[in-house]
């Protein structure tokens, strides 16, 4: 794993600095094929804030100061100043110049002033839809865009690829950046400190720290329970789709359907899942079903969908997964320096497969069975009892997921999968733009056992509530666990000290001067915040989150391949569902115009 490790390639004194390089583990290096792929993948994450003092707004958002919090941030996280290479050997190395993280590169930073909310808007499609390669030579970028309309109202808009951040990763470079843009400069840490927190999980494992036999055999175990997973995962279908022969190297066009519940129903649903002792991510799989499975009733009813289709679709199981956050459960050293909100990729997948969808009615499509806006109500479909074994169904397989005694080389043994595959798409993609035959992939048989009829439902994302890792005011107090601007003696047992200090003084011998408050004077807020992102080829991903008290959902899915009029009838559907089945126990069947 030493080539994980990252080495000195140049430590020549010019006026470009010290220069580091490593490879990039086999995660991000799947991502690096997804964004070579016309910038697939890449994730926007875009914030409102609000002044508290709109008069500071010409010096907190000054160049001098953006420019300083921006050096700031990339000094202690300095894979967002890093670049991705390729070498003549097949790999790809990250390449980190010490000068590249105090200076800017042109576009790397972009501060301007916009007549509405509707200017940033079409910043960000342009990033995620319209020109997604234009800044591709760019790691990471930010836009702080001052509302004209609402003086001391800004968008800022952070834009980075994916083989260098997750969604825990968006949160900490918010917090990180809002936290040092309202605060006074800070000393940053040594490079190689920073730089030896920001490696791939394939370094992180705590069997490293095992013989090597010992690592060998979990090696071996782990692949061999990959492989047997895969091979269970069969048959399944989605939500009716256009695929060619060329649709899996066609880069998606990026649509997405945005939910946001109102605080009353938010605070209904997050109370009946209190009430039934399930999270609200552990039950999204189901309402996803659920969802699907009213729109699907309703296409059969009306004559959409032929009886033989029908027929097969009722009798399928339906197959979900999404990321699963590694960081937990990588080195114990690592976390408690501050691992588990460092600025990196870390995560792994989970599968999910759940039983075929309820039909009670069968086939029939006589006046007998019973229609609310075209389709049988959710109290017809599946009863509140039901819904909650099929919740606790998915609870139980991503707990066995996460508790798998060999969860990481499990997830390990998963990632040259994912490389080859995401190779062969970005391949594929350009011999086509350049009207050459398509190269084959034999080996990709070797490396998936998954049966031929397998059919991905969909991807789902949850992420829960944000306001544990993402606060709504800046500057943060400086006993916060997740400020970087205060040493904490101890470290917080939750989070671990973010950074270190270059002062070779013992943590013992550290006096903190006591604050003159507890809480400092907040100087901006967060007041509405939302994640974009490049989808790719067949993309079809429903994510939510919990923030100042609503529940988001956004499906973010890829138009070539999936009716726009479809996925916002499926979002109104995971609405109804959410709301019948975690809603009041004595209402009566949902309703609801589409």
């Given amino acids: 794993m030493s080539s994980y490790h990252w080495s000195l390639v140049n430590s020549t004194p010019t006026a470009g600095g010290r220069t ?54 990339k000094q202690y996280y300095p894979l967002l100043g890093a670049c991705m290479e390729p070498q003549t050997d097949g790999t790809v190395k990250f390449i980190v110049n010490e000068n590249a993280l105090v200076h800017h590169q042109p576009d790397e ?42 003086p001391g109202t800004f968008e800022v808009i952070f834009k980075a690829a994916h083989a260098i951040s997750d969604a825990m990763s968006g949160a900490t470079l918010a917090r990180t950046f809002f936290d040092v843009v309202s605060a006074p400069p800070i ?65 998606a066009t990026t649509s997405r359907v ?24 552990s039950a999204i799989p189901v309402i996803a079903q659920m969802a699907l499975t009213r729109l699907l009733h309703r296409r059969y009813l009306r004559g959409d969908i032929f009886l033989e289709e029908w027929e097969y679709r009722r009798r399928q199981p339906m197959h979900y997964g999404g990321p699963v956050n590694l960081r937990p459960y990588l080195d114990e050293e ?39 806006d075209g389709a049988p109500p959710y109290s017809a479909l599946l009863s509140r009892p039901r819904f909650f074994h099929r919740a606790s169904l998915a609870k139980q397989q991503l707990a066995r997921t996460v508790r798998h005694p060999l969860l990481l080389e499990i997830a390990h043994a998963r990632q040259p999968l994912y490389v080859t595959r995401k190779k062969k798409i970005a391949v594929h993609w350009q011999a086509d733009l350049k009207g050459e035959l398509l190269p084959p992939f034999p080996e990709l048989d070797k490396l998936d056992h998954v049966s031929p009829d397998y059919c991905f439902s969909g991807a ?50 550290i006096k ?29 991903i429903l994510s939510s989150a919990t923030a100042r008290g609503h529940i988001d959902l956004t499906l973010t899915y890829d138009a070539n391949v999936y009716r726009t009029e479809d996925a916002e009838e499926y979002m109104r559907e995971c609405r109804l569902a959410a709301l019948y089945y975690f809603g009041n126990e004595e209402a009566g069947p949902t309703k609801g115009k589409l």
């Fill in 334 to 372: 690592w976390q408690r320096a501050g691992g588990v909100s460092e600025m990196l990729l870390m995560i792994d997948y989970y599968d999910c497969t759940l039983p075929f969808m309820p039909s009670p009615y069968g086939a029939r499509r006589d006046a007998g069975v019973p229609r609310v």
């Fill in 109 to 150: 930073i972009t501060i301007q002033t916009i007549e509405s909310v509707e200017d940033a808007m079409t910043l960000i499609w342009r990033g995620v839809r319209d020109k997604p390669t234009e800044d591709s030579h760019i790691m990471t970028r930010v836009f702080v865009l001052a509302r004209a309309d609402q």
């Fill in 512 to 540: 903190l001067a006591a604050p003159t408050t507890l809480t400092p004077a907040v100087v901006l807020q967060i007041v509405d915040s939302q994640t974009y992102l490049h989808g790719r080829p067949m993309e079809f």
């Fill in 460 to 509: 789902l994302s949850s992420i829960g509530d944000m306001t544990a890792i993402l606060p709504d005011n800046y500057p943060l107090p400086p006993t916060h666990p997740l400020s970087i601007r205060t040493a904490h003696a101890p470290p917080s047992p939750a989070y671990g000290t973010v950074g270190d200090s270059t002062s070779k003084t013992t943590p013992s011998e």
């Fill in 187 to 251: 000393q940053v840490p040594a490079l190689e400190k920073r730089l030896a927190m920001a490696l791939p999980s394939n370094a992180l494992n705590p069997s490293l720290k095992m013989s090597l036999a010992r690592q060998r055999w979990r090696r071996a175990i782990g692949k061999v329970t990959f492989m047997n997973m895969r091979s269970k995962l069969s048959g399944g279908h989605t939500l009716p789709r256009t695929v060619t022969e060329k649709t899996y190297r066609t880069p």
């Fill in 258 to 281: 945005f939910l946001r519940l109102s605080s009353a129903d938010s605070r209904a649903i997050l109370d009946g899942c209190r009430r039934h002792k399930v999270t609200f991510g």
């Fill in 20 to 73: 580091f390089a490593r490879t990039l583990g086999p995660a991000e290096h799947s991502f690096y094929y997804d964004r070579i792929t016309n910038g697939t993948a890449d994730i926007l994450w875009h914030y409102t804030l609000k002044l508290v003092d709109p008069s500071q707004a010409a010096s907190l958002f000054s160049e001098a100061n953006v420019g300083r919090a921006w050096a700031t941030v």
